[in-house]
C-alpha cells in the first residue's frame, strides 16, 4: 500500500520569507513523488516530480523539492514566498511497482498563506 | 491545447434526482481518473480507466455511483438517486499511461450541490 502524510492543514509565511510544505510517504518499492498546486475554484496543477536521479528537483513558480529517502520526505520549498503563491499544496505518492497506469495517492493538503 | 473539459461546472439538484458528469480527456491520454474533494475527506479516488477499461473501481462509494468511458473521448460519471451527502467538488483527471511518470491533467471540476 502507498500513502502520503502533510502533517500541517496550513502553513503562514510573510512575503519574501523562504517557504516549506512538508511530507512524509510510505511505499512498499521506491517512490515516484508528486507535488500539485490549487488555486480557488480550479483543478489541480502540476508543479514537481521526483523519478530518479537528484534528491533536489526543481519545479514549476521557483518551487523545489528535496528528496530524503532516510526520513522518506520529499518537502516543498520555495527560497523567497509571493502573496500569489497562497494557495492548496497537495503531495502524492506511487510506487514504482505499481503498474496499471498513474494512480496516485494524494494528501490531505496544506493550505499555503503567504501575508504582505 | 485543450485541457481536460468537464461539465456541467456547477449544478444543484434536489434529493432523488439523477445527476451526470461528463468528461472530454485530453487528446492522446489513455488514462482517465475521476476524484471526489470534500472539506471533510480531502481528494479521494472514485475510479479510473485505462484504455477505456475500468481499472479501480474501489473507490466508488455504493451503487448510487456509476462511471462509464463508451470511447477515448468521453467519460460520464453518474449518481441515481442523488442524496445531500454527495455534495461535492467531482474532478476528471487524465494522463498517458506509458508516460509512467505520474503527471495528471485536471479538468476544473463539477461543483455538486444536492439539496
Known amino acids: 500500500a502507498q500513502s502520503v502524510a502533510q502533517p500541517e492543514d496550513q502553513v503562514n509565511v510573510a512575503e519574501g520569507n523562504p517557504l516549506t510544505v512538508k511530507c512524509t510517504y510510505s511505499v512498499s518499492g521506491n517512490p515516484y513523488l508528486f507535488w500539485y498546486v490549487q ?49 492548496l499544496y497537495f503531495c502524492a505518492v506511487r510506487d514504482a511497482l505499481t503498474g496499471g497506469g498513474n494512480k496516485l495517492t494524494f494528501g490531505t493538503g496544506t493550505q499555503l498563506k503567504v501575508e504582505l | ?43 479521494e479516488l472514485l475510479i479510473y480507466f485505462n484504455n477505456n477499461v475500468p481499472i479501480d473501481d474501489s473507490g466508488m462509494p455504493e451503487d448510487r455511483f456509476s462511471a462509464k468511458m463508451p470511447n477515448a473521448s468521453f467519460s460520464t460519471l453518474k449518481i441515481q438517486p442523488s442524496e445531500p451527502r454527495d455534495s461535492a467538488v467531482y ?25
Not at chain 2, 461539465?7 to 461528463?22: A, D, F, K, Y
Open chain 1, 39 to 87: 488555486y480557488p475554484n480550479r483543478g489541480l496543477q502540476f508543479l514537481l516530480k521526483y523519478i530518479t536521479g537528484d534528491n533536489l528537483v526543481k519545479g514549476s513558480y521557483g518551487f523545489e523539492a528535496e528528496f530524503n529517502k532516510s526520513q522518506t520526505s520529499f518537502h516543498l520549498k520555495k527560497p523567497s514566498a509571493l502573496v500569489s503563491d497562497s494557495a
Open chain 2, 91 to 115: 474532478f476528471c483527471a487524465s494522463s498517458l499511461a506509458t508516460a509512467n511518470t505520474g503527471e495528471l491533467f485536471f479538468g476544473e471540476g463539477s461543483r455538486l450541490t444536492v439539496l
Open chain 2, 1 to 43: 491545447d485543450a485541457g481536460v473539459i468537464q461539465s456541467p461546472r456547477h449544478e444543484v439538484t434536489e434529493m432523488g434526482q439523477e445527476v451526470t458528469l461528463r468528461c472530454k480527456p485530453i487528446s492522446g491520454h489513455n488514462s482517465l481518473f475521476w476524484y471526489r474533494q470534500t472539506m471533510m475527506r480531502g481528494l
